[in-house]
């Protein structure tokens, strides 16, 4: 399977669409749009966790790898969900969290009850000499990354919530459970993997305290360590590499492109490809997520220019996307989507679609869906976006000031039911959906934009040009103009063939002139979202243009 021409649909079960009536998303009600996202032309979808979960952190934390919960419905519901996919020329890849377990799950559940095969899955450690936790470490959710292990005098490792204890990758047996987890969606049918974190599962076997908590030196005792490597190329050995054109990506926090290339250059027999997430920080003050600065542009590009020439010179394979289930939408934090709904939403897709690597689209975006923009905190339902808004006022933030950057970054922004129609909540449920929809769906949904609206046809076009031309599937990549404030320039080649690729992120009308090797050369317009037809040496382009010339001679 070549997945220099696939795209990749992610889907967040919960809220796609709802079946029974119970306000939440099912598998049911995937299996009833199936012929929607045929006809956009995807050829996989993700699914994010829909396993038995307590939802401490929307299904990442997982208490059994091999079911379905019964909040999403049943395994003959997924059965047949892979099936009726199946026909339709659509995979289906599902999500792996093997970094950690919910405290709920039965490995965890004996190692409590004192199972000491069960008990060294885990990282259980004793205080220090002085009474203090086993290391200084602090969990990416706040607070300690150490919780006492029941009644007894040890302490459990939990890099992330305190209900999702971390596993001991050093122990075989524990590798071996998850390779045969592995399997068993692979017999299911499944042919793809997302794993979640994967990059951090390679802690030492004796646990040293980091010399500045919660700091770059602290990710590093844990985050991409030479056994990280050792551990997936036998993940893919013992599993998804035993079967043919399985596609797989890692999730892969604070990341390099050194690491990127080794766990993605197909001799390494490791990962399909990987996310990395530098350039959806580039609005964090000092670092901050909890802030609301506008967006650095010339930082956006030159890290996407660093990915996508690094991978592209050591082989290796990104994943692209603007949008997931733990990031605010796209068009809303680069774009403006009042006034240019159908401009910024087409000119981000296309950047990111001709680009080199895996295109995602994340449910919504191809129509156009943006942040809810939210009036109330009790409209929220994020942990994570409750707390930081308890923080904020802690610091003396006021209301209007905390609700302002909770609006721009909280989770619950990409979370909102789909919008299918402009009924009341959007055709997602008849009963009350667990989180509100968004107050533009009555002109923002699925049945006005495939009946009047030009972002979905613009998606499939983007799709087909990818399948059609191996200049945007195979070809070198190489930046353009990485200095302009205004505009993100490249130019993809392959086999004597170019591709230039502008993109104007920004409203008003901006004038460029061409690099000196395009001048003075003839051009077709592949695809563009505004009034530019023609190639010249000095071009105009308007509010969140984007256009893609195939230079002719």
Same mark, same amino acid.
């Given at each position: 399977?070549?997945?220099?021409?696939?795209?990749?649909?992610?889907?967040? *079960?919960?809220?796609? !669409?709802?079946?029974?009536?119970?306000?939440?998303?099912?598998?049911?009600?995937?299996?009833?749009?199936?012929?929607?996202?045929?006809?956009?032309?995807?050829? $996989?979808?993700?699914?994010?966790?829909?396993?038995?979960?307590?939802?401490?952190?929307?299904?990442?934390?997982?208490?059994?790898?091999?079911?379905?919960?019964?909040?999403?419905?049943?395994?003959?519901?997924?059965?047949? %969900?892979?099936?009726?996919?199946?026909?339709?020329?659509?995979?289906?890849?599902?999500?792996?969290?093997?970094?950690?377990?919910?405290?709920?799950?039965?490995?965890?559940? !004996?190692? %409590?009850?004192?199972?000491?095969?069960? =008990?060294?899955?885990?990282?259980?450690?004793?205080?220090?000499?002085?009474? @203090?936790?086993?290391?200084?470490?602090?969990?990416?959710?706040?607070?300690?990354?150490?919780?006492?292990?029941?009644?007894?005098?040890?302490?459990?490792?939990?890099?992330?919530?305190?209900?999702?204890?971390?596993? &001991?990758?050093?122990?075989?047996?524990?590798?071996?459970?998850?390779?045969?987890?592995?399997?068993?969606?692979?017999? !299911?049918?499944?042919?793809?993997?997302?794993?979640?974190?994967?990059?951090?599962?390679?802690?030492?076997?004796?646990?040293?305290?980091?010399?500045?908590?919660?700091?770059?030196?602290?990710?590093?005792?844990?985050?991409?360590?030479?056994?990280?490597?050792?551990?997936?190329?036998?993940?893919?050995?013992?599993?998804?590499?035993?079967? *043919?054109?399985?596609?797989?990506?890692?999730? /892969?926090?604070?990341?390099?492109?050194?690491?990127?290339?080794?766990?993605? &250059?197909?001799?390494?027999?490791?990962? @399909?490809?990987?996310?990395?997430?530098?350039?959806?920080?580039?609005?964090?003050?000092?670092?901050?997520?909890?802030?609301?600065?506008?967006?650095?542009?010339?930082?956006?590009?030159?890290?996407?220019?660093?990915?996508?020439?690094?991978?592209?010179?050591?082989?290796?394979?990104?994943?692209?996307?603007?949008?997931?289930?733990?990031?605010?939408?796209?068009?809303?934090?680069?774009?403006?989507?009042?006034?240019?709904?159908?401009?910024?939403?087409?000119?981000?897709?296309?950047?990111?679609?001709?680009?080199?690597?895996?295109?995602?689209?994340?449910?919504?975006?191809?129509?156009? $869906?943006?942040?809810?923009?939210?009036?109330?905190?009790?409209?929220?339902?994020?942990?994570?976006?409750?707390?930081?808004?308890?923080? $904020?006022?802690? !610091?003396?933030?006021?209301?209007?000031?905390?609700?302002?950057?909770?609006?721009?970054?909280?989770?619950?922004?990409?979370?909102?039911? $789909?919008?299918?129609?402009?009924?009341?909540?959007?055709?997602?449920?008849?009963?009350? *959906?667990?989180?509100?929809?968004?107050?533009?769906?009555?002109?923002?949904?699925?049945?006005?934009?495939?009946?009047?609206?030009?972002?979905?046809?613009?998606?499939?076009?983007?799709?087909?040009?990818?399948?059609?031309?191996?200049?945007?599937?195979?070809?070198?990549?190489?930046?353009? /103009?990485?200095?302009?404030?205004?505009?993100?320039?490249?130019?993809?080649?392959?086999?004597?063939? =170019?591709?230039?690729?502008?993109?104007?992120?920004?409203?008003?009308?901006?004038?460029?002139?061409?690099?000196?090797?395009?001048?003075?050369?003839?051009?077709?317009? %592949?695809?563009?979202?505004?009034?530019?037809?023609?190639?010249?040496?000095?071009?105009?382009?308007? *509010?969140?243009?984007?256009?893609?010339?195939?230079?002719?001679?």
């Amino acid at each position: 399977m070549d997945i220099s021409k696939q795209v990749i649909y992610q889907l967040y *079960p919960k809220s796609f !669409k709802d079946s029974t009536g119970n306000g939440v998303g099912d598998l049911e009600g995937v299996i009833a749009k199936l012929d929607y996202l045929a006809q956009l032309g995807i050829d $996989m979808i993700w699914l994010n966790p829909f396993y038995p979960s307590p939802q401490n952190d929307n299904g990442y934390d997982v208490s059994d790898y091999c079911a379905i919960d019964p909040l999403f419905g049943t395994m003959s519901d997924f059965e047949r %969900l892979v099936k009726e996919a199946a026909k339709r020329g659509i995979g289906i890849m599902l999500d792996m969290v093997f970094n950690h377990t919910s405290t709920e799950h039965e490995w965890f559940r !004996k190692a %409590l009850a004192g199972d000491p095969y069960y =008990q060294d899955f885990y990282y259980l450690r004793p205080l220090k000499a002085d009474g @203090s936790l086993p290391t200084n470490w602090e969990s990416k959710f706040g607070g300690p990354a150490w919780a006492p292990f029941g009644d007894s005098d040890l302490y459990y490792l939990h890099l992330y919530d305190v209900t999702q204890a971390d596993l &001991n990758w050093h122990n075989p047996n524990v590798r071996q459970a998850l390779y045969e987890v592995v399997h068993f969606w692979l017999e !299911k049918g499944v042919r793809g993997f997302r794993f979640d974190v994967l990059n951090v599962i390679g802690k030492a076997t004796t646990l040293e305290d980091s010399p500045a908590p919660n700091s770059a030196q602290e990710k590093a005792l844990y985050t991409d360590t030479p056994i990280v490597h050792q551990w997936i190329q036998e993940l893919n050995q013992s599993s998804f590499g035993q079967y *043919p054109d399985i596609v797989t990506v890692g999730e /892969m926090s604070s990341t390099t492109v050194e690491s990127g290339i080794r766990y993605t &250059n197909p001799n390494e027999h490791a990962l @399909s490809m990987i996310f990395s997430f530098h350039h959806l920080k580039v609005d964090y003050e000092s670092g901050e997520k909890w802030s609301n600065p506008p967006f650095d542009f010339l930082e956006l590009k030159r890290i996407i220019d660093h990915w996508q020439q690094g991978m592209s010179d050591g082989e290796g394979w990104n994943a692209l996307f603007w949008n997931n289930h733990d990031q605010p939408r796209a068009n809303s934090r680069f774009g403006d989507v009042v006034n240019y709904p159908y401009e910024t939403q087409t000119m981000l897709a296309q950047t990111i679609h001709l680009l080199r690597g895996t295109p995602y689209i994340y449910q919504g975006e191809e129509i156009g $869906m943006t942040n809810p923009d939210y009036e109330r905190i009790e409209q929220f339902d994020d942990i994570e976006t409750h707390n930081n808004y308890k923080l $904020m006022r802690q !610091k003396n933030y006021s209301h209007e000031e905390a609700m302002t950057i909770i609006r721009a970054k909280s989770r619950d922004n990409s979370r909102t039911p $789909m919008q299918w129609d402009n009924s009341l909540h959007a055709g997602f449920t008849t009963g009350t *959906p667990w989180l509100e929809v968004a107050d533009n769906y009555q002109t923002v949904n699925v049945e006005y934009e495939l009946q009047q609206g030009k972002i979905f046809a613009y998606y499939q076009q983007l799709i087909q040009l990818r399948k059609q031309y191996a200049l945007i599937s195979e070809g070198t990549y190489r930046g353009l /103009m990485l200095d302009h404030p205004r505009v993100m320039a490249y130019v993809r080649e392959h086999q004597g063939q =170019q591709l230039l690729v502008l993109s104007h992120f920004y409203a008003g009308e901006v004038s460029i002139t061409l690099p000196r090797e395009f001048q003075n050369r003839s051009a077709y317009k %592949l695809i563009g979202n505004g009034s530019l037809e023609a190639i010249s040496n000095e071009l105009q382009l308007g *509010p969140y243009e984007t256009v893609a010339f195939l230079m002719t001679k």
